[in-house]
């Protein structure tokens, strides 16, 4: 037997980068080599979980409690609707050509994400550009809270169908491998749209994103049984070629509260700068912990910032403490948008946004909206065309035409005096690059 059959995709990653790391420097980028920078979390803008450091510690009582809020088993009608495909690890294995370094698509807490291919209607690896493209997510086999994940993965989104939730087309569970196979998201995650790419997301993008991503959480929560996606971050956000979002990760979704039960009561998990604060300080998990993490990544849409930036100067590390104090005046607004939108977003389109990020982040969670209203308020958002630069031309043009004719005796209408107020102009946005 080959010594890479042997082992799981765990091993034959951590060969490769141990071979990499002995090879010579010009090695670094060879192609058959995982670039080292991919296998190292980002300190400095530390997004990673909360707890990091007990992925494997979980009290008893927890542990049980996790499994037995996921959902039931699918009943044997479901199962006949919607059966989840069993992959062997060998077929896992070919349809990543070998877990190729090239073919990661990301890394997280859980493991690396790898492209693949699968015949269509069944479990068959294809080859590379033919069949269905899947991406394949390989757990790290680091002990049982990282199989609890997995397992309330497959439990979840084996269960819940939505246009705003990504497809979970499968899993693979031979010996300590645990894998999951998911549609493939073209366009990756919005976290790389927001604060990787060079070319900045449209404005309009940007709340179509929003919308979608709401309705996603709106359909959690408002189900026959609730559930509290509880890891809300522009990570868990993919994206397909249209820019159509969709939920994923479930590894850390829990059931709501049943009954007359006002909330669960749960370890605290969830990413540093999302996590609601009641839930960080007591533990007690409501839908409107996730509505509070929907409005930190309302604000990284709107400024281009991360929930937690530790290269930022220390007042603004934070961004939900950084940016409350712009959100509620309407002057100050526009120093916070994302300067590399350049004036290319809607001025009313802002405050909404603004407003509604503002009421979701509320200390009180109950002042928090439900996310059936977030979906409300969002959808009339799409249409909205008074792009601030268009605001900004008029302005210039009425400055010339108003030169050209009398010194200062031309009076201005009511509405030409009302759209230069509200320009971004006018209100003392200065946009430089950060
Ligand atoms: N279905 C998919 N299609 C395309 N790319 C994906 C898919 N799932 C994940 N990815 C890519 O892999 C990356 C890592 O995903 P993963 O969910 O493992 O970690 P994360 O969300 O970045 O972090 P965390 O472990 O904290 O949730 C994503 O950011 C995304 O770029
Ligand atoms: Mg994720």
Redesign the pocket.
Known sequence: MEENEKCGCWAVLKRTVSDASKSSPSSKHSPNSIPRVTLLYDSATET??LNASNRDFCPPAEARLSFDNAPPPPSSEDKNKRQLLKFSFQELRSATGNFRPDSI???????F?FKGWIEENGTAPAKPGSGITV?V?SLKPDGLQGHREWEAEVSFLGQLHHPNL?KLIGYCIEDDQRLLV????TR??L??HLFRRTIPLPWSNRIKIALAAAKGLAFLHNGPEPVIYR?FKT??I?LDTEYNAKL??FGLAKAGPQGDKTHVSTRVVG?YGYAAPEYLMTGHLTSKSDVYSFGVVLLEILTGRRSMDKKRPSGEQNLVSWARPYLEDKRKLYHIVDPRLELNYSIQGVQKISKLASHCISRDPKSRPTMDEVVKFLIPLQDLNDLAILAYHSRLSQQGRRKKKSDGLHQLTYTQSRNIRTSPMNVGIVHRRR
Do not use: I, Q, W
């Open positions: 990673r979980y698509l990301g890394e997280g807490g859980f493991g994400v991406a997510k990504v998911y549609e493939f998201m990756g995650s976290e790389n890891d990570s868990n993919l994923s990760d990413t």
